[in-house]
């Protein structure tokens, strides 16, 4: 009895006391961690060997354009574009600083958050990739011959140009819808409690030549106010309309956090952009006052030109019938998004709980048929069940983007549930499901928002990076992970850091865009006011309190190399023409003291740097580039004097002479 | 009245003043993982006190419009420590007076408490899951977020976790100790009595 009881004390307390260690252990460890089988294989490109694929990157709160490969995730260049680079002196040089001019002034820095590559047939042609300033509106075009920017053309009525830069599908237009709606016109001093009588938003449709690329402006779309958040143009048989989505129909003008989601649901905007031509070619728009400019960078004179316009062509469709039309969407939706066939449009709710996508064939028999709820300033509400094609059910938390493949399969991001869930388009049955890390904005399929997708590949560019990589203190490299979307399964196969913060991404084969790449600017074509074609032809040329030096570089000298003359309160500008005529030769340029930046020149270019010196004395310069085994004997000095001397101006390289003013010994 | 045992007295007051220890300890622990949480986030509940990361889970659960948790919200935490004090306080007597049945009375009252402690939580953990903002950013129809009372359960992206913490073990411990003496004193002590 004694004993027995005993064991029986002693397994109750041993139980008790395991289970509660086991209870402990039970504890859910957290997401576990993928493991891949032969990941590294498939994501490795030897060394020497190419990517298969281009990745444009935007750069987000950085303003430029990141240009990775794919899949090896390696940086190969960050393009300057709304943002100054110091590097490249973009933004510093005489002949860029154009390029940053706006209604407002020179702005130095801006947030890019989409590249929409150029399209023909609604295929990426590899010519230009586009980009969009969300702070200041306006858009680029990058030019994919040089990687450079070559336009940037500036927004009027617009307040934050979020909805651009998506393209229609011979690249005919370049869209841009404002993010925050805005009081225009002669009455813009109003109380911001006034929005929804005074606030109007705007969607700019931007043309762009055919040939040579240049933007303008042909129409504004004047809309009720509200936000309008990303777009997409319709293809193939929806090839003539342009979606755009919109939150905040509440019209709120404070804390939107709240006062934006109150509805259940919010609208895609539908237009059909053949009909505005129709009305513009009948001349019903209406020419507005605006101030606004254009700059392009002209290759042959290496110099960027800034244009101040003055007007812009509206629409208004409250007047003007048939043009655009709303679809009612769940909660604030973000991404909106057309699938390869141009059928279905896809509408990301990013609070909503389900994944509706439209039909655009069931849009077009609303439309006819004229199954409309009602209207929303004037415009249209097409019912909801008209137009839809069906929802994906629980498909994850916080849907934003999508992007397809060429096998009828969508693939979402999630932000709240950070996870990529894929899902078959016509049946809208899920597929599969992988996390990310952490918490995914927009992902990228190459091809993917084309009537072709390369497919291949899904891209993470995630918005919380936190253990993904060594610390680096408070601020984080962004991470992206790659997946590989060849089987039916998702799999992980790399993990790769992106700079600044990246928005949306495009990917298309290298092969559509290495081959045109320029290497050298021909130094005949030179068109530089300032170039000097040869040594022979530098100049040092004084032009009232301006000083012109038409400089060459070449390894390894700058001609000239000994300046004399400039005098205190002169504005110094040097002309640096780089007589490289071999690929991945550039020079650099710069001076003690400059208030700017440096120059970097590729060969055959001419490129200006301003110096304003503050003290008299001798001031080195140099190049900056390591161009030859000589680079380190690449500099030269110019002198200073007091602004009431006369010393001429003299210039010379290679020239030694007797010390001036040296005159023996007693 | 049947007297215990001195080994039995000193198990008692150990029992009792192990409670003291809760003071330094949490009692309860909820921790939560997320895809983009990693590492967890930990909210400690103590005799009248909740620590940790309850700033971020509050940021976090108010976009499906649950409240923010603060102090404030658990009236509770204005006498549980004196209910503390009163359980050390009995254990303590029960010791003196070293009378049996005031053994039974002891791990009655621990037993007692812990569950009324167990229900209380559930009814906060009813009325914070289920008592959402009409005006929540995200509204995902027919969810709602209450937690656990012991042991993992999924809610939307987060796995939420809730068991007792040092604090708890503590409490549990006490009231093990209690029914140790009462199965001392039942089989071995007095067992050539019965």
Redesign the interface.
């Known amino acids: 009895?004694?004993r027995k009881?005993?064991y029986r004390?002693l397994f109750l307390?041993g139980t008790?006391a395991l289970v509660?260690i086991l209870?402990?252990l039970?504890?859910?460890k957290?997401?576990a961690e993928v493991t891949t089988g032969n990941a590294a294989s498939q994501a490795y490109v030897a060394p020497g060997k190419y990517d298969e694929f281009y990745n444009f990157v935007s750069g987000g709160f950085n303003g430029q354009m990141n240009v990775y490969g794919l899949p090896s995730g390696r940086l190969f260049r960050i393009i300057p574009v709304f943002s100054e680079d110091p590097t490249s002196g973009y933004g510093f040089s005489e002949e860029t600083k154009p390029m940053l001019n706006t209604s407002h002034g020179y702005v130095p820095w801006d947030d890019l958050h989409h590249p929409a590559l150029s399209t023909t047939n609604g295929e990426h042609d590899g010519r230009w990739v586009f980009g969009n300033a969300n702070n200041t509106p306006r858009v680029a075009r990058i030019d994919l011959k040089t990687f450079r920017t070559a336009e940037i053309i500036e927004l009027p009525n617009s307040g934050g140009n979020h909805s651009s830069p998506f393209i229609t599908e011979n690249t005919e237009y370049v869209v841009a819808g404002t993010r925050f709606s805005v009081p225009m016109g002669d009455k813009t001093d109003v109380p911001i409690s006034t929005y929804k009588e005074n606030f109007k938003g705007t969607i700019s449709f931007i043309s762009v030549g055919k040939e040579d690329g240049k933007m303008k402006i042909a129409f504004q779309i004047k809309t009720p106010g509200v936000n309008f958040d990303l777009a997409r143009a319709g293809k193939g048989p929806s090839h003539g309309w342009f979606f755009f989505s919109c939150y905040n129909t509440e019209q709120a003008y404070t804390l939107l956090?709240?006062n934006s989601?109150?509805k259940d649901k919010d609208f895609i905007m539908a237009v059909n952009w053949k009909k505005a031509e129709e009305y513009l070619a009948a001349g019903k728009g209406e020419k507005a006052k605006a101030k606004y400019v254009h700059n392009w960078y002209d290759e042959k004179t290496h110099t960027a030109t800034s244009e101040m316009l003055n007007e812009v062509m509206q629409l208004d469709p409250t007047v003007l019938k048939d043009m655009v039309y709303f679809i009612p969407c769940p909660?604030s939706p973000h991404g909106c998004d057309t699938d390869p066939s141009g059928e279905y449009i896809v509408g990301s709710g990013k609070?909503a709980?389900l994944i509706p996508v439209f039909s655009f064939t069931k849009i077009q028999q609303a439309i006819a048929s004229k199954e409309f709820e009602g209207d929303f300033g004037g415009i249209p509400v097409i019912k909801y069940e008209a137009a839809l094609h069906g929802e994906v059910k629980k498909p994850g938390?916080?849907p934003l983007h999508t992007e397809f493949d060429a096998n009828g399969n969508a693939y979402t991001s999630f932000f709240?549930?950070?996870?990529i869930v894929k899902w078959n388009v016509k049946s809208l049955e899920v597929l599969d499901r992988v996390?990310?890390?952490?918490?995914i904005g927009h992902l990228c399929v190459p091809g993917g928002p084309t009537r072709k997708p390369h497919g291949k590949y899904v891209i993470a560019y995630n918005k919380?990076t936190?253990?993904r990589y060594l610390s680096t203190g408070p601020e984080l490299t962004q991470s992206a992970q790659l997946y590989d979307i060849s089987g039916d399964k998702m799999k992980l196969i790399l993990d790769f850091p992106t700079t600044g913060e990246p928005h949306y991404a495009e990917a298309i084969p290298a092969s559509l865009v290495m081959p045109n790449s320029v290497k050298i600017f021909k130094i005949e074509d030179n068109n530089h006011p300032y170039v000097a074609k040869g040594e022979s032809k530098t100049n040092v040329e004084r032009k009232g309190n301006q000083v012109h030096i038409s400089m060459t570089a070449i390894r390894s000298h700058l001609t000239p190399d000994n300046i004399e003359g400039v005098k205190l309160g002169d504005e110094v500008y040097f002309h640096v023409t780089n007589l490289e005529q071999d690929w991945d030769v550039p020079h650099g340029f710069a001076i003690k003291g400059a208030n700017n930046a440096e120059l970097l020149i590729m060969p055959g270019e001419t490129q200006t740097l301003k110096w304003k010196p503050l003290t008299t004395g001798v001031f080195p310069f140099y190049c900056t580039d390591f161009c030859s085994a000589l680079h380190q004997e690449m500099q030269g000095y110019i002198r200073v004097s007091p602004a009431n001397s006369n010393i001429p101006i003299k210039f010379s390289t290679g020239k030694t002479e007797a010390p001036a003013g040296a005159t023996g010994s007693k | 009245m049947t007297s215990i045992k001195p080994t039995s007295r000193v198990i008692i007051v150990v029992a009792s003043l192990i409670l003291v220890a809760g003071f330094f300890v949490p009692l309860w622990q909820i921790l939560m993982w997320a895809p983009q949480y990693p590492e967890g986030l930990e909210m400690d509940i103590w005799y009248n006190d909740i620590t940790g990361d309850v700033k971020i889970i509050s940021a976090l659960n108010h976009y499906i419009g649950m409240k923010h948790i603060e102090v404030g919200m658990f009236p509770e935490f204005q006498y549980i420590v004196y209910i503390i004090w009163f359980l050390i306080g009995f254990g303590l007597l029960v010791a003196i007076s070293g009378k049996r049945f005031m053994v039974w009375l002891n791990a009655g009252v621990l037993l007692i408490t812990g569950a009324a402690a167990l229900i209380d939580f559930y009814l906060w953990g009813y009325e914070y899951g289920h008592s959402l903002d009409p005006t929540a950013a995200i509204i995902v129809p027919g969810m709602s977020y209450q937690p656990p009372l012991i042991g993992t359960k999924v809610l939307l992206n987060f796995t939420a976790f809730s068991g007792p913490d040092l604090g708890g073990w503590f409490f549990v411990i006490a009231f093990c100790l209690v029914i140790l003496v009462i199965i001392l004193e039942r089989f071995f002590f007095n067992w050539k009595k019965t």
Not at chain 1, 435 to 439: C, D
Request: net charge positive.
């Open positions: 009895m004694k009881t005993i004390s307390f008790l509660s209870f402990q039970c504890k859910p957290g997401p956090e709240v989601t109150q909660k609070l709980a938390l916080g709240v549930s950070s996870e996390p990310t890390y952490y918490s919380i936190k253990d």
